[in-house]
Nanobody, 121 residues
Framework: QVQLVESGGGLVQPGGSLRLSCVVSVRTFGIWSVGWYRQAPGKQRELVAGISLSGNTNYGDSVKGRFTISRDNAKNTVFLEMNSLKPEDTAVYYC???????????????WGQGTQVTVSS
């Protein structure tokens, strides 16, 4: 079974930064693509960023230029560096592990439990 555990969420002021981590418990992490999605109250879950097994990245339009996704295959970990945070970035952020990179399809793969990010002064 694949398990994903997120960490790094919290409360930050507008303009601040946070780094989220997702540890994926799987024997062959190198063949997995991993994405970050978020869901705010009353809104649909949306893609934040995804990184394929080869390192190709995709970003949601609202975070391009502010967020960076990366992976450390030696540590089975994917990171999401979030800069210039805005109140509208407030949401629960979920890590998703899958064997493809069709990020527009949300009902696929395995999910973590989520971590809350709140951007507020």
């Amino acid at each position: 079974q694949v398990q994903l555990v997120e960490s790094g969420g919290g409360l930050v002021q507008p303009g601040g930064s946070l780094r989220l981590s997702c540890v994926v418990s799987v024997r062959t992490f190198g063949i997995w693509s991993v994405g970050w999605y978020r869901q705010a109250p009353g809104k649909q879950r949306e893609l934040v960023a995804g990184i394929s097994l080869s390192g190709n990245t995709n970003y949601g339009d609202s975070v391009k230029g502010r967020f960076t996704i990366s992976r450390d295959n030696a540590k089975n970990t994917v990171f999401l560096e979030m800069n210039s945070l805005k109140p509208e970035d407030t949401a629960v952020y979920y890590c998703n592990g899958r064997l493809d990179s069709d990020w527009h399809i949300t009902d696929r793969g395995f999910w973590g439990q989520g971590t809350q990010v709140t951007v507020s002064s």
